[in-house]
């Protein structure tokens, strides 16, 4: 028997294969995007929130109707990731953005293509780039990533 | 607007990578698997062997660190027959799944029952590891195949009652 046991290690997964009712205002979102499209809801006073709730968050009052926004969008916020995780949406370095819509008028969260910080900015205008058609299926990845809006990044 | 129908739910896997590391304790559990052995640690104060140990006593709080080879027979002290089939089912049901307290051992474990009719188990039963072909051990308690009966008559319950 050896005296001092190498210790062991050994990968684990937990692995759960959740599928979850999305409801009719996300589900009424996630159509959208799987058409090509992102909407929002409209809320109290005409609010727009993009990604659309059920319910105002300001107010609570319940949102009413659909409505489509962008494509194009302003970045109100961001932050750069220099070394990508491996369950990062994109492998190369990356900026997590905050994009206000045109015609919303809150944010949503997403990814930006850029060659590096320096090309962010907040206040630039950007635009989604949309999967194919036969690869969206109703999920927030159905935009792969936003780029600068009028250029290649 | 769209021709194909709304979309209503979402797949939302959870998927976690762990790294396990199995410490000092149980890797020598571990090791001792790997040579076809079982390993029990005693406590220096209360002298109890605790099999698949995790490195200290749990009544007295102290390492244990004397590391004592135990041999390939134990008792079974309770047990279960599984009829009932569940996903991820390994074994063919019915098998027996049963507490065993092996000889020298002052702690049970869960072992899988075999070479026998499932309705003659019965606590008290004397039992014996078979392992996997040398070639096939490995630091995994996949090591012992299972547990059958050693022929040996049946231990007196004053002599397991203790680990029920």
Redesign the interface.
């Known amino acids: 028997?050896?005296d001092q046991?190498?210790?062991?290690?050994?990968?684990?997964?937990?692995?759960?294969?959740?599928?979850?009712?999305?409801g009719p205002v996300?589900?009424?979102f996630?159509?959208g995007l799987?058409?090509g499209k992102v909407l929002g809801t409209k809320g109290t006073g005409g609010r727009v929130i993009v990604p659309p709730t059920e319910y105002d968050p300001e107010t609570g009052e319940e949102t009413a109707g659909m409505v489509e926004v962008g494509p194009e969008g302003t970045v109100t916020t961001w932050t750069w990731v220099a070394r990508p995780r491996p369950k990062h949406p994109l492998p190369e370095p990356f900026a997590w953005v905050l994009v206000r819509f045109d015609g919303a008028d809150t944010s949503f969260l997403h990814v930006l293509k850029a060659s590096g910080p320096e090309a962010v900015a907040s206040g630039m205008r950007v635009r989604p780039e949309f999967r194919t058609e036969g690869e969206r299926v109703?999920?927030v990845k159905d935009i792969s990533h936003f780029v600068a809006a009028g250029g290649a990044p | 607007m769209s021709e194909r129908e709304p979309v209503t739910m979402m797949a939302a896997p959870i998927h976690l990578d762990y790294v396990f590391t199995a410490g000092v304790a149980q890797s020598k559990n571990l090791h001792g698997l790997e040579e076809g052995k079982f390993i029990g640690q005693r406590c220096p104060k209360c002298k109890k062997v605790y099999t698949l140990s995790r490195g200290s006593c749990p009544t007295d709080g102290v390492p244990t660190d004397e590391i004592v080879e135990l041999p390939n027979t134990g008792t079974v002290t309770t047990y279960c027959v599984v009829n009932v089939p569940f996903a991820g089912q390994s074994i063919e049901i019915p098998y027996i799944c049963a507490q065993i307290l092996l000889d020298g051992a002052n702690l049970s474990f869960m072992g899988l029952i075999q070479e026998m009719p499932t309705d003659e188990v019965r606590m008290g039963m004397r039992v014996e590891a078979v392992w996997v072909e040398p070639d096939e051990l490995g630091p995994t308690m996949a090591s012992v195949k299972y547990f059958r009966p050693n022929g040996e008559p049946d231990a007196d319950y004053e002599t397991y009652k203790e680990y029920l």
Do not use: K, N, Q, W
């Open positions: 028997m050896a046991a190498e210790i062991y290690t050994a990968d684990h997964v937990l692995e759960y294969p959740y599928l979850r009712s999305v996300v589900g009424a996630l159509t799987r058409d109703g999920h």
